[in-house]
């Protein structure tokens, strides 16, 4: 494993959140543009909060005197190699600190570029030792942040230095998974192994292809002895298929499995984010099925509560067929 990656491994491990520079807040200006100025000749980064993106993958902000900030589409792609436009989303509310790229004084608009772009060096730097370990056929095993997850697939950020990665749902796991969308969340951080180099695509420089099933174990092979039939086991509601007698849960005694519960007259209709007492009623890890039956709230939020029972109230008032 090169030194570059040994390096950025361990910092992405130790400290995933980076403080960056910001433009101090002057509520005395009268001159909309001319902190703008001043942040262009200084090249001096600030925070802005997108509230728009274009489908082409532009991102739009406005500042408190109405002054218009652009970040277009092709800029971003250029200075972040792992972006996309199927994520454009996750880049608006949130702080992005960015730089002056130009100023139309006319229109009263900013256009504005990543203040992040500067790490092409170190990128490239590492995406060399990367290719370098693969023609080598070195085994090699990464962190990496998600930043995108759909049913069948995850965008990664690796080593948090913008080298996108992409790991597809049958490389997640060597264990059955009906979709990614409900066990990962976008920030967590993974371990990957980098499988190959991806041809350049429309939206991103480079991407490699990872895989994390030949490095972590099949959950239906570790669940512990004391999960049987018949023992009662907390279980989190992540879904509820339209037309269908039993929802999906999850369980932090199975992490990676999703347990399939039937309703129950005893707890209702159940609420996304909920967690309820239910009882095993059947597990099969050869044949990948774990069901079980409801019949408590074992949440003990009262805004969880509180909603439970308002669910089950107009249920029970409007006579609802579950």
Known sequence: MGKYIEKYSALLRDDQQR????????????????????????????????GLATPEGSLYGEDE?????????????????????????????????????????KSNTVFVRSAHSDRGTTKSKLISEIIHDLNGGKKLIVPGTIISVTDNRVLVNILGQGILGICRIK????????????????????????DSMLPKGKHATQAFA?????????????????????????????????????????????KGIEIMCDYTENIGRPLIGAM????????????????????????KDPQTIAAVKFINRSRRKNKAVI
């Open 171 to 194: 490389h997640w796991t060597n264990g059955f998974q009906r979709t990614l969308v409900n066990s990962i969340e976008v920030g967590e951080v993974y371990d990957f192994l980098i």
């Open 19 to 50: 403080n960056a520079t910001r433009l101090p807040e002057d509520r005395d200006v009268i001159e909309p543009l001319a902190r703008y100025r001043e942040a262009k000749a200084k090249n001096q980064a600030f925070s802005v909060v997108f």
């Open 276 to 299: 309820y007492k239910c009882k095993i009623k059947k597990l099969s890890p050869v044949d990948h099925v774990f069901k079980v039956v409801p019949f408590a709230l074992a949440s």
């Open 65 to 105: 005197y109405g002054v218009t900030i652009v970040l277009e589409n092709e800029v971003i792609a250029k200075d972040l190699s792992y972006f996309t436009t199927y994520i454009k989303d996750r880049f608006m509310n949130v702080d992005f600190n960015v730089l002056v790229k130009d100023i139309d004084e």
């Open 210 to 254: 990872l895989t994390r099933d030949t490095i972590t174990e099949d959950p239906w092979k570790t669940i512990p002895e004391f999960i049987k039939e018949d023992a009662v086991i907390d279980v989190t509601c992540i879904e509820k298929p339209d037309g269908k007698t039993y929802w999906w849960g999850k369980s932090n005694f199975v």
